[in-house]
Structure formats: structure tokens, C-alpha cells
């Protein structure tokens, strides 16, 4: 079923799940090293969740950065860390499938949104929406999960602290499910599958150029020393990846 980030405590417990360490080392290194230089530029979180990388985007030196993101709760706890450590971020409730008048952000940025497209109209929607918020030369850029794991034996993540479910069959739309450890029974989340070229298709069609695929990459850490075994089975057969694309 599809995850309602209103229900229950799903919300605070994915807030928890970031403090996972392959969040700093894998997710976090990867996308802001793709994202790179933001200096001076004008960025818009989309599905910002409670704004963990719409901090970031800020603290690494973007000129003003707006989280917004369809679940309230989401909201709620991205407004809360704003008021108790002010950035000056503006956070709001919005789908981002909406279309909005024409916006002229810099930079799109929106980990693990389209996952949550069921299919190829629901994606189109999801790129029409991202064309609306980007000038003309600005990027999108997102870390998300690999439709290629119905394509590949997948290892068992358990020591990363997640694990991943997949239906017995790869079709449009299959689900995808992490079930990230926590106290209790796991946070189970669900994805859906859609091939990677539909993706650059949708891109495409939105008014995209430039679509590019890179794999995830660990960061350096002097503390950790060469611990790239431990990390072989993610960075070898890996769970998500790093999508970019242009606004024409
Ligand atoms: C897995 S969380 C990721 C949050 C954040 N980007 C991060 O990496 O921490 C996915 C988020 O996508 C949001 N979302 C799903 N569909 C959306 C849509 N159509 N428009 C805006 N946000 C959406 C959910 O509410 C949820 O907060």
C-alpha cells in the first residue's frame, strides 16, 4: 500500500531512519557531490520530507532554498526544526505533480520522489510539475531508488540496517518495499517499479535534455580507514542512484 507519510509516526520514524550511516557515507556524498557548486543559486526541495536535505542545501551555500512537500506531518516536522535552529527556509504543502505557475529556481532537488510514481502518467505529471519550477538551464537532480534491482541478484543489505522486498515478477508499476530496521517491526516503505528508460522518456517529453545516470559512491572517511569491503555489497549492486537532468 502506498506510504502515507500522515499516518501514524511514519513521518518521525523516517526522520530517524536518516541517521542511518549509509545516509551520510552513501546518500549524502552522492547527491551533493553531483548537486556540487551552490553558490548563489536559487534551489527548490520537492518531496523535502522533514528537510533534511533542505538544510543541507543551505548550509553547503545555496541563496535561498524552499522545501515543499504533499504530506502535512512531513511539513509540520521540517517547520519545527526550522523555529528550533532558523535558516531561513521556507517550507510548504504542496504536490508536486501540481502546475504551478512557471517558477525559476536554479536547482530542483527531490530524493526519493519519483518512486512514488505508480506508473508512466503519474511520472509525467511528476516531470510537467518539475519543468514548472526550473528556468530555462536549470537542473533537476535526485537520489532514488534503482529500478535495476529487479534486474540484478540483490545481496542482503541487513548489515546497512534495511533490507528490500520485491514481487515475484518485474512489471510497471511492481512494488519495491524497504523495510528499514528500527525498534519493533521494520518501517516498511513502498516504491514503485519503472524502467530507467521511462524515466529519461517522461524527462524527455517534460522538456528535460541531458539525462544522466550515475552510481552511488562512498565517501572518504580517514576514521572508518578502507572500509569499501564492508560497503561492496551497496556500491556493487546498488539499491539507488543518482538521476540528473536539464531544463531545456
Ligand atoms: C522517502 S521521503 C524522502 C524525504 C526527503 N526527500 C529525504 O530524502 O529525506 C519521500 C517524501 O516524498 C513525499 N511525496 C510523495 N509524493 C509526493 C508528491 N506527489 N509531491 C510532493 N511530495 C511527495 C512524501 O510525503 C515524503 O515526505
Not at 547527491?31 to 543559486?41: A, E, F, V, Y
Not at 527556509?89 to 530542483?108: G, N, T
Not at 511492481?174 to 529519461?200: F, H, K, M, R, V
Not at 524527455?204 to 572518504?220: C, I, K, M, N, W
Amino acid at each position: 500500500m502506498t506510504t502515507d507519510y500522515n499516518q501514524g509516526h511514519i513521518a518521525e520514524q523516517y526522520k530517524k531512519a536518516k541517521e542511518q550511516p549509509w545516509r551520510a557515507r552513501i546518500e549524502t556524498y552522492s547527491l551533493m557531490k553531483r548537486i556540487g557548486d551552490l553558490t548563489g543559486k536559487k534551489v527548490i526541495d520537492i518531496a523535502c520530507g522533514e528537510g533534511f536535505f533542505t538544510r543541507k542545501l543551505l548550509q553547503a551555500g545555496a541563496a535561498t532554498v524552499v522545501g515543499v512537500d504533499i504530506a502535512e506531518r512531513m511539513i509540520e516536522l521540517a517547520r519545527a526544526q526550522e523555529v528550533a535552529a532558523p535558516l531561513g527556509i521556507e517550507y510548504r504543502v504542496e504536490d508536486a505533480r501540481a502546475l504551478v505557475p512557471q517558477q525559476a529556481f536554479d536547482l530542483a532537488v527531490s530524493a526519493w520522489l519519483l518512486v512514488y510514481a505508480h506508473d508512466r502518467a503519474e511520472l509525467a505529471d511528476m516531470c510537467r510539475g518539475l519543468a514548472r519550477r526550473l528556468r530555462s538551464g536549470g537542473r533537476f537532480v535526485t537520489f532514488t531508488t534503482n529500478p535495476g534491482l529487479y534486474h540484478f541478484k540483490v545481496p542482503d543489505y541487513g548489515k546497512y540496517g534495511f533490507g528490500v522486498k520485491l514481487a515475484d515478477k518485474v512489471a510497471e508499476g511492481a512494488p519495491i518495499t524497504w523495510l528499514i530496521q528500527q525498534d519493533g517491526p521494520p518501517l516498511e516503505i513502498e516504491n514503485y517499479y519503472i524502467p530507467l528508460s521511462a524515466y529519461e522518456s517522461a524527462f524527455r517529453d517534460a522538456g528535460f535534455t541531458s539525462f544522466s545516470v550515475h552510481q552511488p559512491e562512498l565517501a572518504p572517511d580517514p576514521q572508518a580507514g578502507d572500509d569499501r569491503t564492508f560497503w561492496a555489497d551497496f556500491l556493487d549492486y546498488p539499491p539507488a542512484i543518482v538521476l540528473e537532468c536539464v531544463k531545456k
